[in-house]
């Protein structure tokens, strides 16, 4: 077996963590009847029907030290950030690790203009961020990834060789971690945690100030206010918008791949895939160390490390499900969380739309992440929420879908989707897989860009992709689309939703701007 580059907490670990840096259900919390995840945007324009927003994912990288497609991507956002209300981040905000020394180079630099201060983007603290268009993310599994300590120790004192190798072999990493997500906390959250005791009722008093419909958690949310205090309630939340409701999810905590007794041939094979994986990993390192010693006489291959990164992912996807067999946790207060927080939406006549965006996608068609057993347990999960939304809601939906349209990141690529008759609630959903913003892209699955299921036997398809944006073609013809999404809402109910990808396409060392037409959901 090689070195693991990266770690991950376990869920329990992840959950407890993130609930004490925001002081979760705190004694003074409850007692103001703060709900933890409310969110209020306090600008002018929160009540209007015709409205935009923009989107991007899997962005955060600053192994490209020119020409970053995180930055060409920011740069066909900006003509549209005037006019659009906010930016939603499907996760991975920063790679490898999440760490807070890859803040100013993978998140401030390339998004300065969203921030206050960007101008002098190099003085901004990563932990004192403010947004003036806000930026509101989740969290991506690079965002809770930490350093083993060797692999720590010799990222940072190899450092300066690695930024002058950077053409050769960058793992973008420094000296630690994400701290099992401490960085992201600290950067987005409101962290109560490092309020002093003292202090902390009057932070609660300052910030907690929007009174809202009480969901069972509470009648006062805190108050974003862009270009003064923009911070996060929680690792998940809802916002209300033009009458939409927007849900943001944490979908590392119920994306342990489902309890599957496995066969012994059906383990070999498995075994056998991960073997076959650990090999590919080694030739390329050896490629790697070839192309830095120069023994190698083709030019450096700039994707390896990104090659190398998605063998980590399937070979911890196979490492999940192996182990699939002990008891794993299951967020299941999150997802209870989001069934109550859908029906109470549903229920509510102000409300005319209803949009989902977490990191790991229940479809997808990219060729790596599409038969994962995260892929699979997100599905199920969300499919079991949906389900019991269903069955309270009724005939209330009238035959429409109980959401118009889930974002998610994860898979390196843009793929839009729509399920079809799958048998349960999520069926004729809309479904937009935003995470080409930066990082490795990715190809389409060679079996095509129809997703089927097996069902007593009986294989039958449940989605299809309808337009996906990956890398395509190889050496002088390999093309790169790194893309963002403007989401324009229109009035009504149900809301009309037109989606136009924003891309930037690296083609035979050149970077070209295209704007998709766009289409509706």
Not at 87 to 99: A, E, K, M, N, P
Not at 232 to 243: A, K
């Given at each position: 077996m090689s070195l693991k580059l990266i770690t991950e907490?376990?869920?329990?670990?992840?959950?407890?963590?993130?609930?004490?840096?925001?002081?979760w259900q705190h004694a003074q919390v409850v007692e103001r009847g703060i709900d933890q995840t409310r969110l209020v945007i306090d600008e002018g324009g929160a009540d209007d029907d015709a409205f935009s927003f923009l989107v991007v994912g899997d962005s955060g990288t600053g192994r490209h030290r020119s020409s970053s497609p995180q930055r060409q991507v920011a740069e066909q956002l900006l003509p549209h950030l005037d006019s659009a209300r906010?930016?939603?981040?499907?996760?991975?905000?920063?790679?490898?690790?999440?760490?807070?020394d890859q803040y100013p180079t993978n998140f401030i630099k390339p998004y300065r203009e969203w921030l206050v201060g960007g101008d002098d983007y190099r003085k901004i603290p990563y932990d004192r961020m403010v947004f003036n268009h806000p930026i509101l993310p989740v969290l991506g599994n690079h965002d809770y990834y930490d350093l083993p300590a060797l692999i720590g120790l010799v990222s940072g004192i190899t450092g300066p060789l690695r930024y002058a190798l950077r053409s050769y072999l960058d793992l973008d990493v420094g000296w630690r971690g994400s701290q099992r997500g401490d960085a992201y906390a600290r950067a987005f959250l409101d962290y109560l945690r490092a309020v002093p005791p003292s202090q902390l009722g009057q932070h609660l008093e300052a910030h907690y100030t929007s009174p809202v419909e009480d969901c069972g958690g509470g009648t006062l949310a805190?108050?974003?206010?862009?270009?003064?205090?923009?911070?996060?309630?929680?690792?998940?939340?809802?916002?209300?918008?033009?009458?939409?409701d927007f849900f943001a999810l944490d979908s590392n905590t119920f994306n342990q791949p489902l309890p599957v007794i496995h066969d012994r041939a059906s383990r070999q094979e498995l075994q056998r895939q991960c073997q076959q994986l650990e090999a590919a990993k080694a030739d390329l390192m050896r490629q790697a160390g070839m192309d830095v010693l120069g023994l190698d006489g083709d030019d450096p291959q700039e994707d390896i490390t990104e090659q190398m990164e998605s063998i980590d992912e399937q070979l911890n996807d196979i490492a999940k499900q192996l182990d699939s067999a002990r008891v794993s946790t299951v967020d299941l207060a999150q997802l209870d969380w989001l069934r109550d927080r859908l029906i109470a939406s549903w229920q509510n006549p102000a409300v005319r739309g209803r949009i989902l965006f977490f990191h790991h996608p229940p479809y997808v068609s990219e060729a790596t992440k599409w038969p994962q057993g995260q892929t699979l347990a997100v599905r199920h999960h969300l499919r079991q929420v949906l389900n019991a939304v269903a069955t309270e809601v009724g005939e209330a939906a009238q035959g429409r879908p109980l959401v118009d349209l889930?974002?998610?990141?994860?898979?390196?690529?843009?793929?839009?989707?729509?399920?079809g008759d799958t048998g349960h609630a999520d069926a004729h959903t809309a479904w937009v897989v935003c995470g080409g913003s930066g990082y490795s892209l990715r190809r389409q699955r060679k079996e095509g860009p129809e997703i089927t299921e097996t069902l007593d036997g009986t294989v039958r398809p449940v989605a299809k992709s309808h337009l996906y944006l990956g890398r395509t073609g190889d050496g002088s013809r390999l093309k790169r689309p790194y893309s963002g999404l403007r989401v324009e809402v229109a009035p009504g109910n149900p809301?009309?939703?037109?989606?136009?990808?924003?891309?930037?396409?690296?083609?035979?060392?050149?970077?070209?701007?295209?704007?998709?037409?766009?289409?509706?959901v």
């Open positions: 907490p376990s869920i329990e670990t992840k959950i407890r963590c993130m609930e004490q840096r925001v002081r906010f930016t939603l981040h499907t996760g991975d905000v920063v790679y490898l690790v999440g760490s807070r805190l108050t974003y206010r862009p270009g003064q205090f923009t911070r996060l309630p929680n690792r998940y939340y809802t916002f209300r918008y033009g009458g939409i889930v974002l998610n990141g994860h898979a390196h690529c843009f793929d839009y989707l729509r399920t809301p009309k939703l037109t989606l136009t990808p924003l891309v930037a396409e690296k083609f035979d060392g050149k970077w070209r701007g295209v704007e998709l037409e766009g289409f509706e």
